[in-house]
């Protein structure tokens, strides 16, 4: 018995001519590839703007108006992520042969190859992290150590660069997909001839598969834009938080979960309210007995769902006017929460400033339920949700 030889391995692995289907093809790799760039420049601009807004730069600080705006942004984030999913799997089918090209010969022309090589991978690496990231911070699973917002941050960038380099490098070949129908050309397998005419098979197959990524696309998003846009409600099957929850609002995170709910239902609560160095205290019936007043308002979560919902409270600033705080002051919020993230909250001046900003008491007209923030929460116009902390405790005003 003989040990098998390089060429003998060489001879297993498929070559780019072994994939006979026809669908393959520059003219499906580059109309695929336009519309999954767009999804990805949007996805990437929103992901980017929600960067910023959960923690807005000195330089931009963005504020409570225009009232909705995170819920489209974030929505929209969400929405073409999801649809990027149908679009990548049909767009890495398509080019997988590719993979297979052998080497070039010659040091320079394998450094080339090489180098596009490493692009590639980095480009594809990167999207599926950030797909796969994405939907599992969505689904709240986190098989991970690593922090979720710096590494889906972090590697949005090496996405989008490597995303403009390949688009860079591969301009020639797409103009001239672009430039030839869908319906011309061959299957781009290396031993084409120019004059080699597709079938009636090639073409049929062609369009449906550029039709099927396109229409699951735009299922995959009209499925998930309910969790963002009313009328769509009911069929967004894949919305992850379905719209119901006590007092007509889904919950993020109970009580029992923040291991707030002993704290929060003890009848000696008191909310604290810290001004320079003095403290006053307030209980609940006591918030309940200030002037009171209510504003629709949206929750607009990070994982792309948002609701909107009537709160009635206390005015922020009228309340920290009681300790004479000025209202434009940024404030820290504390809440009763023991376990996991979102417990402190910073709430920027300009949100201070903003009359509507509130100590929420109620939901839709009832008492706040403990898994909505049981004795008080804030709620802010445009405010990520995730910094609409429940369970207050604290506000410490900062001079
Ligand atoms: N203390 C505290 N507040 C919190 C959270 C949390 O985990 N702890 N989750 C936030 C998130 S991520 C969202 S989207 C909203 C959801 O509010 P809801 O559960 O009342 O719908 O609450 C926010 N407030
Ligand atoms: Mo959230």
Same mark, same amino acid.
């Given at each position: 018995?003989?040990?098998?030889?390089?060429?003998?391995?060489?001879?297993?692995?498929?070559?780019?001519?072994?994939?006979?289907?026809?669908?393959?093809?520059?003219?499906l790799s580059a109309?695929?590839?336009?519309?999954?760039?767009?999804?990805?420049?949007?996805?990437?601009?929103?992901?980017?703007?929600?960067?910023?807004?959960?923690?807005?730069?000195?330089?931009?600080?963005?504020?409570?108006?225009?009232?909705?705006?995170?819920?489209?942004?974030?929505?929209?984030?969400?929405?073409? #992520?999801?649809?990027?999913?149908?679009?990548?799997?049909?767009?890495?089918?398509?080019?997988?042969?590719?993979?297979?090209?052998?080497?070039?010969?010659?040091?320079?022309?394998?450094?080339?190859?090489?180098?596009?090589?490493?692009?590639?991978?980095?480009?594809?690496?990167?999207?599926?992290?950030?797909?796969?990231?994405?939907?599992?911070?969505?689904?709240?699973?986190?098989?991970?150590?690593?922090?979720?917002?710096?590494?889906?941050?972090?590697?949005?960038?090496?996405?989008?660069?490597?995303?403009?380099?390949?688009?860079?490098?591969?301009?020639?070949?797409?103009?001239?997909?672009?430039?030839?129908?869908?319906?011309?050309?061959?299957?781009?397998?290396?031993?084409?001839?120019?004059?080699?005419?597709?079938?009636?098979?090639?073409?049929?197959?062609?369009?449906?598969?550029?039709?099927?990524?396109?229409?699951?696309?735009?299922?995959?998003?009209?499925?998930?834009?309910?969790?963002?846009?009313?009328?769509?409600?009911?069929?967004?099957?894949?919305?992850?938080?379905?719209?119901? #929850?006590?007092?007509?609002?889904?919950?993020?995170?109970?009580?029992?979960?923040? #291991?707030?709910?002993?704290?929060?239902?003890?009848?000696?609560?008191?909310?604290?309210?810290?001004?320079?160095?003095?403290?006053?205290?307030?209980?609940?019936?006591?918030?309940?007995?200030l002037p009171q007043?209510?504003?629709?308002?949206?929750?607009?979560?990070?994982?792309?769902?948002?609701?909107?919902?009537?709160?009635?409270?206390?005015?922020?600033?009228?309340?920290?006017?009681?300790?004479?705080?000025?209202?434009?002051?940024?404030?820290?919020?504390?809440?009763?929460?023991?376990? #996991?993230?979102?417990?402190?909250?910073?709430?920027?001046?300009?949100?201070?400033?903003?009359?509507?900003?509130?100590?929420?008491?109620?939901?839709?007209?009832?008492?706040?339920?403990?898994?909505?923030?049981y004795p008080c929460?804030?709620?802010?116009?445009?405010?990520?949700?995730?910094?609409?902390?429940?369970?207050?405790?604290?506000?410490?005003?900062?001079?």
């Amino acid at each position: 018995m003989r040990l098998p030889t390089v060429d003998d391995v060489e001879r297993l692995i498929p070559r780019p001519d072994d994939f006979t289907s026809r669908a393959r093809g520059t003219g499906l790799s580059a109309r695929v590839g336009i519309v999954l760039g767009v999804a990805f420049g949007i996805c990437f601009l929103t992901g980017l703007w929600s960067h910023v807004q959960y923690d807005p730069p000195g330089w931009l600080p963005i504020g409570p108006q225009p009232t909705q705006l995170y819920r489209i942004t974030q929505g929209t984030h969400v929405i073409t #992520g999801i649809a990027s999913i149908p679009l990548i799997l049909v767009k890495l089918w398509s080019v997988f042969p590719r993979l297979f090209i052998r080497p070039p010969r010659g040091p320079r022309a394998l450094l080339v190859e090489a180098l596009e090589r490493a692009s590639i991978g980095a480009l594809v690496g990167a999207s599926i992290f950030m797909l796969a990231s994405g939907l599992l911070n969505i689904a709240q699973w986190y098989p991970w150590d690593f922090s979720f917002r710096a590494t889906h941050y972090a590697v949005a960038w090496v996405a989008i660069g490597s995303l403009l380099v390949h688009i860079a490098v591969k301009l020639p070949v797409i103009r001239q997909a672009l430039g030839a129908p869908l319906d011309e050309g061959t299957d781009d397998g290396p031993n084409d001839s120019p004059d080699e005419r597709p079938t009636d098979d090639d073409l049929l197959t062609r369009r449906t598969v550029l039709g099927g990524a396109l229409v699951s696309a735009g299922l995959a998003a009209l499925l998930t834009a309910g969790q963002t846009v009313p009328f769509l409600r009911k069929i967004s099957v894949f919305a992850v938080r379905d719209g119901e #929850g006590p007092q007509g609002l889904p919950i993020n995170r109970t009580a029992k979960a923040a #291991g707030a709910d002993e704290t929060a239902m003890d009848p000696n609560f008191v909310l604290e309210l810290i001004v320079g160095g003095t403290t006053m205290t307030f209980d609940r019936e006591q918030l309940a007995a200030l002037p009171q007043q209510t504003h629709r308002l949206p929750i607009a979560c990070v994982e792309g769902w948002s609701r909107n919902a009537e709160w009635t409270g206390v005015s922020v600033r009228d309340l920290i006017a009681l300790a004479g705080a000025d209202p434009r002051s940024d404030i820290v919020v504390r809440s009763l929460q023991t376990k #996991g993230a979102f417990g402190v909250s910073v709430l920027p001046k300009q949100f201070v400033e903003d009359p509507r900003t509130m100590l929420a008491l109620e939901l839709n007209g009832e008492t706040l339920s403990l898994d909505h923030g049981y004795p008080c929460r804030i709620i802010a116009p445009n405010r990520p949700g995730v910094l609409q902390t429940k369970w207050v405790q604290q506000l410490e005003v900062r001079s």
